[in-house]
């Protein structure tokens, strides 16, 4: 088959195809013929490297993905061939403590397709069965690519860490990326009393309103602190969704009210932030780290999907012979959602 590879860590010229062997299924093991693989800030991140972290190169990218069982190894007895089945993007032992209590997210072996092992940007991809779930037949193949892994990150933010209540007040940075779409609806489902977004153009304001923020602050012209104060009476917001780190946690921290929790799930603009503790002790707050989330979580989100309770958010679909063009444009936020791509178009 041919796939995009990454031998060496660099800009988009390192996204090469290859002629690589079809991968074949091992025990327990499920063969899925890609249909759709979605594309995530992951990527750019294995692709550029990551100072002090090692990927196992050559990897072929991609975490998300679904498509049709095209083989099953010994032993598989969920899946078969001809299913249409999407995959879950965390890869875990299945067998240790954290593991066997639903939280197998925190598993010492925990990877993700594309970054610890090959992933879905190729014609085949081989996954553990646990991690091949049916994809019901009102959700599209690029639907299926564009919402595991941010609709993940984002449910497991809002639910499990932040343990959001209804009518709780929400702000959601940088509401054109794939896990802010996803939070946005989520805390509208769940029941917020108000959503606040911030996004840098009049266009992805409009899509987050129509996903059900009900205020948009434009970071770049305006004082997020401020407006976020102006909006909420001075009184703040419960839960903060930050996943941009260095340019937004100060600010998060102080639009919190007593009690209130930042939960973060990356640092896209730098890892390192000043803290004022005093805010944290006097009002109560909680900072929050988060990644990825549990199998069982996946299977939640999914039955939200099918019954369109979540809408995942699709910016473009390009053939994955435009992977370079939809790095570039994800690093450039040239997107609201998520980016699809298509092999073999």
């Known amino acids: 088959m041919r796939a995009v590879l990454i031998r060496e860590h660099g800009g988009l010229d390192r996204l090469v195809f290859q002629d690589v062997p079809d991968p074949v299924p091992g025990p327990g093991q499920v063969r899925v013929a890609v249909r759709a693989a979605g594309l995530n800030h992951l990527d750019t991140w294995v692709r550029r490297g990551v100072p002090g972290h090692t990927f196992p190169l050559p990897l072929?990218?991609?975490?998300?993905?679904?498509?049709?069982?095209?083989?099953?190894?010994?032993?598989?007895?969920?899946?078969?061939?001809?299913e249409r089945v999407v995959l879950a993007p965390g890869l875990s032992c299945g067998t240790c403590a954290v593991c066997a209590s639903g939280r197998d997210h925190l598993c010492r072996w925990y990877g993700i397709f594309g970054e610890t092992r090959d992933g879905t940007c190729a014609p085949f991809v081989v996954a553990p069965e646990r991690n091949v779930l049916a994809l019901p037949a009102n959700v599209s193949f690029e639907t299926g690519a564009a919402f595991p892994l941010v609709y993940l990150t984002a449910w497991h933010m809002m639910v499990a860490r932040a343990e959001m209540r209804p009518g709780e007040?929400?702000?959601?940075?940088?509401?054109?990326?794939?896990?802010s779409t996803a939070a946005i609806q989520i805390a509208r489902m769940l029941g917020a009393g108000r959503v606040i977004a911030t996004t840098s153009t009049p266009e992805k304001a409009a899509k987050a309103k129509a996903l059900g923020a009900d205020d948009v602050i434009d970071y770049g012209r305006e004082d997020v602190v401020a407006r976020v104060r102006d909006i909420t009476g001075k009184g703040g917001v419960d839960v903060v969704i930050d996943h941009v780190g260095a340019a937004t946690m100060a600010g998060s921290l102080k639009v919190l009210a007593k009690g209130g929790r930042v939960v973060s799930c990356g640092a896209t603009s730098g890892p390192k932030v000043e803290v004022h503790m005093n805010l944290v002790?006097?009002?109560?707050?909680?900072?929050?780290?988060?990644?990825?989330?549990g199998l069982g979580e996946v299977h939640e989100v999914l039955a939200h999907v099918a019954a369109g309770r979540l809408s995942p958010i699709v910016d473009s679909v390009l053939p994955l012979s435009q992977v370079a063009e939809a790095h570039r444009r994800l690093e450039a936020r040239d997107v609201f959602g998520k980016i699809v791509l298509v092999p073999g178009a």
Do not use: E, N, Q, Y
């Not at 990218?61 to 899946?79: K, L, Q, Y």
């Not at 007040?169 to 896990?179: K, M, W």
């Open 60 to 82: 072929v990218p991609g975490c998300d993905g679904a498509g049709v069982v095209d083989a099953v190894g010994p032993g598989v007895t969920s899946r078969k061939v001809g």
């Open 281 to 293: 002790f006097f009002k109560g707050l909680s900072i929050l780290g988060s990644t990825m989330g």
């Open 169 to 179: 007040t929400v702000l959601v940075h940088a509401a054109g990326s794939g896990v």
